[in-house]
């Protein structure tokens, strides 16, 4: 059945469009979905979302300034699942706009809503993760939207899951003496040498580098984590950095494992 007002929210002045279905759950506009990540405006929809499995792909009847038109639809796990896979630069603000204003919002509308969850806030954070300051949350919601494209994760749920334990780890790690340089330099370099391939002609993201890092450390030591600062300094000693299209490559290094 037509729905005679899509919910309309706008992303750095490009609009995005949502279904609502019977059952209440949103399905986002695929034309509007690929301009607001910065493709062409006459990029063809069905190929770009041609990885996207069929069950999280629909077509809904629109009313448009064109008359009514069939518009291929995501579903909330579809839409993560090629946001996820872009390699655009909005990808990740696209992820964290989305996160915590549009599916807030549309929550608020008193038909979507996760289990156990009511209200319009993102998450019920703990009283732990209450007293890290906002900005430090939405830097862990960048690192928590990273580790999900990491590891697959295409549901909001798990979203959110990720982010509430990051929360708590951050939370309560704040009061935790530094590591010693030493022993953070020595964790590292064993991280480059277990990790870090010299590859002719190959070349890597800064970024991808620092998310396949967050994944190793993680899984050794109970310690923060070192900035992307202070690995990059180390990465020096044996690969070259070299800044392109607004992002830092390293030449001749494979990220492995």
Not at 37 to 54: E, F, H, I, K
Not at 56 to 82: I, N
Not at 131 to 143: D, F, K, N, Q, V
Request: hydrophobic fraction near 40%; charged fraction near 25%.
């Amino acid at each position: 059945m037509h729905e005679p007002a899509l919910p309309l929210f706008e992303f750095e002045g490009q609009p995005l469009r949502v279904h609502l279905d019977d059952a209440g759950q949103p399905w986002f506009v695929a034309k509007d979905v690929l301009k607001t990540l910065g493709y062409a405006g006459d990029y063809n929809p069905s190929r770009a979302l041609q990885t996207v499995p069929q069950e999280w792909k629909g077509v809904q009847r629109m009313h448009t300034l064109g008359g009514e038109q069939d518009m291929l639809t995501l579903s909330e796990p579809g839409l993560y699942f090629f946001v996820a896979r872009s390699d655009k630069p909005r990808a990740l603000p696209f992820q964290k706009w989305l996160a915590g204003e549009v599916l807030p919002s549309l929550r608020r509308l008193g038909r979507y809503a996760l289990p156990g969850r009511t209200g319009g806030e993102l998450v019920g954070l703990s009283p732990a993760a209450l007293r890290l300051r906002p900005a430090l949350r939405e830097r862990i919601l960048g690192s928590a939207m990273q580790c999900a494209r990491l590891m697959g994760v295409t549901s909001m749920a798990e979203v959110e899951g990720i982010f509430c334990r990051c929360c708590e780890l951050v939370a309560s790690s704040t009061e935790q003496p530094a590591l010693p340089a030493g022993q953070e330099a020595g964790l590292i370099r064993d991280f480059m040498r277990e990790c870090c391939r010299r590859n002719q002609g190959a070349k890597t993201t800064a970024s991808a580098v620092y998310d396949r890092f967050r994944v190793w450390w993680n899984s050794r030591s109970t310690d923060p984590l070192p900035s992307q600062k202070r690995l990059a300094a180390l990465l020096r000693e044996r690969f070259v950095p070299h800044r392109r299209g607004g992002r830092i490559w390293y030449l001749d290094l494979s990220v492995e494992g």
